[in-house]
T-cell receptor, first 113, second 113 residues
Framework: KAGVTQTPRYLIKTRGQQVTLSCSPISGHRSVSWYQQTPGQGLQFLFEYFSETQRNKGNFPGRFSGRQFSNSRSEMNVSTLELGDSALYLC????????????FGQGTRLTVV | AQSVTQLDSQVPVFEEAPVELRCNYSSSVSVYLFWYVQYPNQGLQLLLKYLSGSTLVKSINGFEAEFNKSQTSFHLRKPSVHISDTAEYFCAVSGTGANNLFFGTGTRLTVIP
């Protein structure tokens, strides 16, 4: 069974640009969550999608958004990039809500210059 | 809301020695508890989890953790570490019925030959 796939693995963007990151969950998993990992703030929850609906949202500005498609694949978008958005963005999939186990992808390393 | 405290940011230990990585949590609701491991430039891998039942949970590679509700702790232990255990370890908590994980700041375990 294929694991969680995140694309791209690495990305370099300029301040003010926008970026879209993609996550394909494990086949059969319907819940996708996104996390931001930085040296200063650690791992922080961004949002969770289940059945194409955002179910939970962390404390991030509206520049961070996401969506989930009918095949459970998810994308997250960051608009008007700031230097502080440089981070490892991790996607996690679970087969259902009530998190019994979240499987993480390898992440997308975003660098904003 | 939940929160997790990992008091030790770095733990150096000699090969074949025992190790304990400490984790304390705070929550006003019932929780699930997890330990994840992260190797350089990788995503997170689930090491072990406590959902219910026996308070002592074990992983296939010799780690174990004990849920102590009165002390709100979930410390990770291994009786004899190996070089390959060198990694960053994250303790995480989620409310039952929710998919968002709250992570500690991580403990970098370095096994010295």
């Amino acid at each position: 069974k294929a694991g969680v796939t995140q694309t791209p693995r690495y990305l370099i963007k300029t301040r003010g640009q926008q970026v879209t990151l993609s996550c394909s969950p494990i086949s059969g998993h319907r819940s996708v969550s996104w996390y931001q990992q930085t040296p200063g703030q650690g791992l922080q929850f961004l949002f969770e999608y289940f059945s194409e609906t955002q179910r939970n949202k962390g404390n991030f500005p509206g520049r961070f958004s996401g969506r989930q498609f009918s095949n459970s694949r998810s994308e997250m978008n960051v608009s008007t990039l700031e230097l502080g958005d440089s981070a490892l963005y991790l996607c996690a999939s679970s087969w259902n809500r009530g998190n019994t186990e979240a499987f993480f992808g390898q992440g997308t390393r975003l660098t904003v210059v | 809301a939940q929160s997790v405290t990992q008091l030790d940011s770095q733990v150096p230990v000699f090969e074949e020695a025992p190790v304990e990585l400490r984790c304390n949590y705070s929550s006003s609701v019932s929780v699930y508890l997890f330990w994840y491991v992260q190797y350089p430039n990788q995503g997170l891998q689930l090491l072990l989890k406590y959902l219910s039942g026996s308070t002592l949970v074990k992983s296939i590679n010799g780690f174990e953790a004990e849920f102590n509700k009165s002390q709100t702790s979930f410390h990770l232990r291994k009786p004899s570490v190996h070089i390959s255990d060198t990694a960053e370890y994250f303790c995480a908590v989620s409310g039952t019925g929710a998919n968002n994980l709250f992570f500690g700041t991580g403990t970098r375990l370095t096994v010295i030959p």
